[in-house]
């Protein structure tokens, strides 16, 4: 069966830390690893990642892809309270979408 | 460039009665995609639409869910009849088509089945 797993479920941290997300995924078909940003409304693209060891970098955020182990991380440096949201990781696969839980953080000042 | 619109908003039914939702892409956007996300969990994809043929439909409820998308613009999900299980945000995103992955999704609507 397909799956999305993420880790940690939920993580509190103090502005200025940084934090890793983690995403591992058995998924056949894999096309592409996806992160979003939700906060309380849809969720907004962050990154598409589909070739292993390509770190895709914005501002604070990046993220990395490793096919081999089947798994993504996304790296957020010197957090701020605006970061605060759920973070989902989607795997794109023939025609199908699977998308994590998420991992919720929550920045405190 | 305006983004995906959905409506309603919110919406609240007893079971077993019917409820629709529309959703209109960004201009331009080949494929339309309805989620559901369930309160706590991650958007589960229910239909993938390019232009107006289904591309994939296998994780949608048949017995009681509809999709479509007359002309490839404009789609509309309908639930007949609703379940207490159904209660969820329904999401609609769209794309370009050409590069699946940036997906722009709309407000979503909250649905309530009591």
């Known amino acids: 069966e397909d799956k999305v797993v993420q880790s940690p479920l939920s993580l509190v941290v103090h502005e200025g830390d940084t934090v890793t997300l983690n995403c591992s995924y058995e998924?056949?078909?894999?096309?592409?690893l996806l992160w979003y940003k939700q906060e309380k409304k849809a969720p907004t693209f962050l990154f598409m990642l589909?070739?292993?060891?390509i770190e895709k970098k914005s501002g604070r955020l990046s993220s990395i892809l490793d096919k081999k182990e089947l798994f993504s991380i996304l790296n957020i440096t010197a957090t701020q309270t605006g970061d605060s949201a759920i973070y989902l990781c989607?795997?794109?696969?023939?025609?199908?979408?699977?998308f994590g839980t998420g991992t919720s953080l929550t920045v405190i000042p | 460039e305006a983004g995906v619109a959905q409506s309603p908003r919110y919406k609240i039914i007893e079971k077993r009665q019917s409820v629709a939702f529309w959703c209109n892409p960004i201009?331009?956007?080949?494929?339309l995609y309805w989620y559901q996300q369930i309160l706590g969990q991650g958007p589960k994809l229910l239909i993938q639409?390019?232009?107006?043929?289904?591309?994939?439909d296998s994780q949608l409820p048949k017995d009681r869910f509809s999709a479509e998308r007359l002309k490839g613009v404009d789609s509309t999900l309908k639930i007949q009849p609703a379940k207490l299980e159904d209660s969820a945000v329904y999401l609609c995103?769209?794309?370009?088509?050409?590069?699946?992955?940036?997906?722009?999704f709309g407000p979503g609507t909250r649905l309530t089945v009591t």
């Open positions: 989607a795997v794109e696969a023939y025609n199908q979408f699977y």
């Open positions: 998924v056949t078909n894999f096309r592409s």
């Open positions: 589909t070739s292993s060891g």
């Open positions: 639409f390019q232009n107006n043929g289904v591309v994939d």
């Open positions: 201009s331009g956007h080949a494929t």
């Open positions: 995103a769209s794309s370009l088509g050409l590069v699946q992955g940036e997906q722009y």
